[in-house]
């Protein structure tokens, strides 16, 4: 008879994995504001496809010319709304075929703000896993407020969303509305 020991692993578990990969996809984020990204996994621990916030295609990018809501655009010097793309959007776009995300679970940074999560309700999300809350900042970064609309979508469309309880290893990188990083005063999108 073999001999069973008995092991204790020291294997992360899937939430720990997938949200590593989420804030490990932070440090390619070029908005210098808010730092986020997305991870999208099937029933079977799979990844489906990945986003994180940044311009469009051929657009400037924030951390070469500044924030269009607090150093406005780079030509004009005029506020503007926010030139990127949320991490939730990007990933939904990403993903091969848009309907590999039926069913998917979300693993994010920030809580999706009230745009993405129609988009994820439309995409068939049934699972929302995320870091921190999102504050939206107004033009000019005086003010942050929290969205409660798309909390209220998600339970209207029956999203179980959770706050991610396990061990981060590599630390989202820092944006202006995170709760570790009160160094900064002015915040966008």
């Not at 999300?125 to 609309?149: A, M, N, P, S």
Request: hydrophobic share 35%.
């Amino acid at each position: 008879m073999a001999n069973k020991k008995k092991f204790k692993s020291t294997r992360i578990g899937w939430d720990e994995t997938f949200m590593n990969m989420a804030t490990l996809l932070t440090r390619r984020v070029s908005c210098i504001v808010v730092k986020t990204a997305a991870v999208y996994v099937d029933a079977n621990h799979r990844v489906v496809s990945l986003g994180y916030n940044g311009p469009v295609k051929g657009g400037y990018n924030c951390d070469e010319v500044g924030c269009a809501k607090i150093d406005g655009n780079p030509k004009t010097g005029k506020l503007e709304r926010c030139r990127g793309a949320h991490a939730e959007i990007n990933g939904i776009i990403n993903a091969i075929n848009p309907r590999t995300l039926e069913g998917a679970t979300l693993y994010t940074v920030k809580y999706p703000c009230f745009d993405c999560m129609k988009a994820l309700a439309n995409a068939g999300i049934k699972e929302i896993v995320y870091y921190e809350k999102y504050l939206r900042t107004q033009t000019g970064g005086e003010k942050f407020e929290e969205e409660t609309e798309s909390e209220d979508l998600a339970k209207m469309k029956k999203i179980k969303v959770r706050k991610f309880k396990g061990e981060v290893l590599c630390l989202p990188a820092e944006s202006f509305d995170s709760k570790e990083n009160k160094k900064r005063e002015k915040a966008c999108c």
